[in-house]
């Protein structure tokens, strides 16, 4: 039996009653919702609403009163913005309205961003992230960057729609020895790939790591296409950083 009452919120409660149908997310949303504390079920509504001044304020308000960053963005921020993929794929909300989600999300990231950046440890290393080619999403790439930044790496964000050249550049300028690639559509995971090509034709492929996540990018993936390492999250994606230029946690 799904029992919806266990969770506090009752207008989160009724989003995931209305939009999620899908048992395993219904599951996992059941999961993550109700062990979460109320106030991050309040900014995961805020994001579900695209009410980017109620969540500025609550995370805001959250961080004061103690929640740890990860807390924010996990059971929050980013459990919101799971809410927000589901009812864009069911065609309940379409592309404005996922603007203000994410105007929302980010204005709570504006509050995370300078405790997981502010690191106080020596610099670890130096990574070039972007999105591919074709590709506007960057909600996941730059939390890669925050928590990158957090664990001591110096970031070279080349933001998003990055062309395999671009990459390159940066690598040069930089010297930088480990690229970061982000994709969240199917159809601009193959400029990963291309990218990689890149390296190769330019002779710079042994001279860096070079790394991939977004939400439609796996393991099997992420081999077939020659890529060094890859990562589920913004977690794995330090730890992956770490593993790639050998540096011990
Ligand atoms: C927000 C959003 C948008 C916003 C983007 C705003 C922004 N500034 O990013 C807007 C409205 C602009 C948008 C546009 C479009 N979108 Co959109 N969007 C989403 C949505 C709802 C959420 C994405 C997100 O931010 N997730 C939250 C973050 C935290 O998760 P994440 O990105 O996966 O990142 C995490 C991991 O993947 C990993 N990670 C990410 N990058 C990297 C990199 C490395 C190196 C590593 C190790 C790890 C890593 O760590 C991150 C943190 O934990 C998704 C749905 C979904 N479930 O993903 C659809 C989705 C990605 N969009 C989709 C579509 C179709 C589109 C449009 C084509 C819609 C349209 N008709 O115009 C356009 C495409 C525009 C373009 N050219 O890119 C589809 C893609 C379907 C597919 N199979 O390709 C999705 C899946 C929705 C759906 N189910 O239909 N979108």
Redo the contacts with the bound molecule.
């Keep these: 039996m799904t029992d919806f009452s266990l969770i506090s919120n009752e207008a989160l409660r009724g989003e995931i009653e209305e939009f999620v149908t899908r048992p395993a997310e219904i599951e996992r949303n059941l999961r993550v919702f109700s062990r979460a504390h109320p106030r991050m079920q309040a900014i995961a509504l805020a994001v579900i609403e695209g009410e980017h001044h109620l969540c500025d304020r609550l995370t805001r308000e959250a961080l004061e009163a103690g929640h740890v960053a990860i807390e924010v963005m996990d059971d929050g921020?980013?459990a919101g913005?799971?809410v927000?993929?589901?009812k864009?794929?069911e065609n309940f909300i379409?592309?404005?309205e996922?603007?203000a989600?994410?105007r929302a999300?980010?204005s709570g990231m504006a509050h995370i961003e300078p405790i997981l950046s502010a690191s106080g440890v020596p610099p670890a290393g130096k990574v070039v992230?972007g999105?591919v080619k074709?590709?506007?999403?960057?909600?996941?790439?730059?939390?890669?960057i925050m928590?990158l930044r957090g664990a001591g790496f110096e970031v070279v964000d080349l933001g998003?729609?990055t062309a395999p050249d671009a990459f390159i550049d940066a690598v040069e300028e930089s010297g930088a020895r480990l690229v970061?690639?982000?994709?969240?559509?199917?159809?601009?995971v193959p400029n990963m790939g291309r990218t990689i090509e890149a390296f190769i034709d330019a002779g710079l492929r042994d001279d860096v790591q070079i790394?991939?996540?977004?939400?439609?990018?796996t393991q099997e993936f992420a081999d077939d296409m020659g890529a060094d390492?890859?990562?589920?999250?913004?977690?794995?994606?330090v730890a992956?950083?770490k593993r790639l230029l050998g540096i011990n946690a």
């Design positions: 921020l980013i913005m799971g927000v993929g589901i864009f794929r379409f592309v404005p996922v603007l989600c994410a999300m980010k992230m999105t074709g590709d506007l999403h960057d909600i996941g790439k730059n939390l890669c928590m998003v729609d970061g690639m982000s994709a969240l559509l199917t159809t601009t790394m991939v996540g977004g939400a439609p990018v390492g890859y990562g589920k999250d913004a977690l794995a994606c992956e950083a």
